[in-house]
């Protein structure tokens, strides 16, 4: 499996319809993608004060690299990168390839 991980810097200005939004669309991926197992989606609630302005995120699970790699490109994942965009001043992902507990 791989985890998808991403953090967001949110632009002071973004308005909570376009976050709404991109919540919205990244969930439907799920509907279209094939291997995007889970999609999960909210702010950094750490009390730890690491997260260098990181302040909202989503993390999804695929079931392995050869289906995040046909995610990357994929045409309904590249219509989201605008809406990232919208809303995010700055954007970290960390691809984390971990296995089952069945293996």
Known sequence: MVLHVVLLKIRPDAEPQAMRHLDEALASLQ???P???TYSWGPNVSPENLG???NHGFVMTFENTAARDAYLPHPEHQ???PLVGAVAEE???FDLEVSSSEE
């Open 52 to 54: 260098r302005g990181y």
């Open 31 to 33: 509907d279209v993608i």
């Open 79 to 81: 219509k989201v990168g």
């Open 35 to 37: 291997g995007l197992l």
């Open 91 to 93: 954007v970290l992902v």
